[in-house]
C-alpha cells in the first residue's frame, strides 16, 4: 500500500534536495552560457589554428559521457595535484559539458543573421564591438531561447548523475531515503512528480522569455 504520510514526513529532506539540484542547474547553465559563447567565438572567428583546436576541444567534450568527465575530475585529478570541492566540481563540469552544446546553438543562430546586417553595420561605421553586442548578437539569441530552454532541461535530467561525488542533489538522496527506509514505491513517485514540476517551470519559463523577447512584426 502506498504509504502516503511517509511520503508527507520525509518530505521537506526532498525539497532540500531539490534547493540543491535547482542551484546547481541554474550556476551550471550560467556557466554553459558564458563558455558557449566564448567557443563559438573562437570557432567562427580566431584564426584557423585556434578555432580548430578550440572545435576539436569542444567536440571531444561533447561526445564523452558526463559521468566519465565527472570521475576523472573529482577522482582522477587529485593525483596530478588538483583537488576541487564537490559543489564547485558539479558546476564546473555539468556547466562545461552542456556549454560545448551551447556553442553550437550560437553558431547556428550567427550565422543565421542576414548578410545585409552585417553590411549595414559597416556602412554605418559602427564599431565592431557595439554592433555585435547591440545589434547582431541580440538577433541571434532570440531564435536560441527554445534550444537553450531544451538544454537546461536536458541538464537537470543529468544531475542525479552528480550524486557520486557525494552532492546531495535530488535523486541521490531520495535513494538513500528509500534504501534506509525500504519506501522505494513512495520515494521515486515522489523523485518522478518533482523532475516533472521542474521541467515544466522550465518549460513555462522558457515560454515566457520567448513572448517578452519577441519582436512585433
Same mark, same amino acid.
Given at each position: 500500500?502506498?504509504?502516503?504520510?511517509?511520503?508527507?514526513?520525509?518530505?521537506?529532506?526532498?525539497?532540500?534536495?531539490?534547493?540543491?539540484?535547482?542551484?546547481?542547474?541554474?550556476?551550471?547553465?550560467?556557466?554553459?552560457?558564458?563558455?558557449?559563447?566564448?567557443?563559438?567565438?573562437?570557432?567562427?572567428?580566431?584564426?584557423?589554428? *585556434?578555432? &580548430?583546436?578550440?572545435?576539436?576541444?569542444?567536440?571531444? !567534450?561533447? !561526445?564523452?559521457?558526463?559521468?566519465?568527465?565527472?570521475?576523472?575530475?573529482?577522482? !582522477?585529478?587529485?593525483?596530478?595535484?588538483?583537488?576541487?570541492?564537490?559543489?564547485?566540481?558539479?558546476?564546473? *563540469?555539468?556547466?562545461?559539458?552542456?556549454?560545448?552544446?551551447?556553442?553550437? %546553438?550560437?553558431?547556428?543562430?550567427? &550565422?543565421?543573421?542576414? @548578410?545585409?546586417?552585417?553590411?549595414?553595420?559597416?556602412?554605418?561605421?559602427?564599431?565592431?564591438? &557595439?554592433?555585435?553586442? &547591440? %545589434?547582431?548578437?541580440?538577433?541571434?539569441?532570440?531564435?536560441?531561447?527554445?534550444?537553450?530552454?531544451?538544454?537546461? *532541461?536536458?541538464?537537470?535530467? /543529468?544531475?542525479?548523475?552528480?550524486?557520486?561525488?557525494?552532492?546531495?542533489?535530488?535523486?541521490?538522496?531520495?535513494?538513500?531515503?528509500?534504501?534506509?527506509?525500504?519506501?522505494?514505491? /513512495? !520515494?521515486?513517485?515522489?523523485?518522478?512528480?518533482?523532475?516533472?514540476?521542474?521541467?515544466?517551470?522550465?518549460?513555462?519559463?522558457? @515560454?515566457?522569455? /520567448? @513572448?517578452?523577447? @519577441?519582436?512585433?512584426?
Amino acid at each position: 500500500m502506498f504509504d502516503l504520510e511517509f511520503l508527507i514526513a520525509h518530505l521537506p529532506v526532498l525539497l532540500s534536495a531539490t534547493g540543491v539540484t535547482i542551484l546547481i542547474t541554474v550556476l551550471g547553465m550560467a556557466l554553459s552560457l558564458c563558455l558557449g559563447l566564448v567557443l563559438a567565438v573562437v570557432q567562427l572567428y580566431a584564426a584557423w589554428p *585556434i578555432a &580548430r583546436l578550440a572545435y576539436v576541444l569542444a567536440q571531444c !567534450v561533447r !561526445v564523452s559521457p558526463l559521468l566519465i568527465q565527472i570521475y576523472f575530475v573529482f577522482y !582522477v585529478l587529485p593525483f596530478y595535484g588538483l583537488t576541487l570541492p564537490p559543489f564547485l566540481t558539479a558546476v564546473l *563540469i555539468i556547466g562545461t559539458h552542456y556549454g560545448t552544446y551551447a556553442s553550437e %546553438i550560437y553558431k547556428a543562430g550567427i &550565422r543565421s543573421i542576414p @548578410r545585409s546586417q552585417h553590411d549595414a553595420v559597416v556602412a554605418l561605421n559602427i564599431p565592431r564591438w &557595439r554592433a555585435w553586442w &547591440r %545589434i547582431l548578437l541580440p538577433q541571434a539569441v532570440i531564435p536560441m531561447i527554445p534550444a537553450f530552454g531544451n538544454c537546461a *532541461i536536458a541538464m537537470l535530467k /543529468e544531475s542525479p548523475l552528480l550524486s557520486v561525488i557525494t552532492i546531495p542533489e535530488l535523486v541521490g538522496v531520495g535513494r538513500q531515503l528509500a534504501f534506509e527506509t525500504f519506501k522505494y514505491t /513512495e !520515494v521515486f513517485t515522489a523523485l518522478g512528480l518533482i523532475f516533472l514540476v521542474l521541467s515544466s517551470l522550465y518549460s513555462v519559463l522558457t @515560454r515566457w522569455i /520567448e @513572448r517578452v523577447t @519577441r519582436v512585433p512584426a
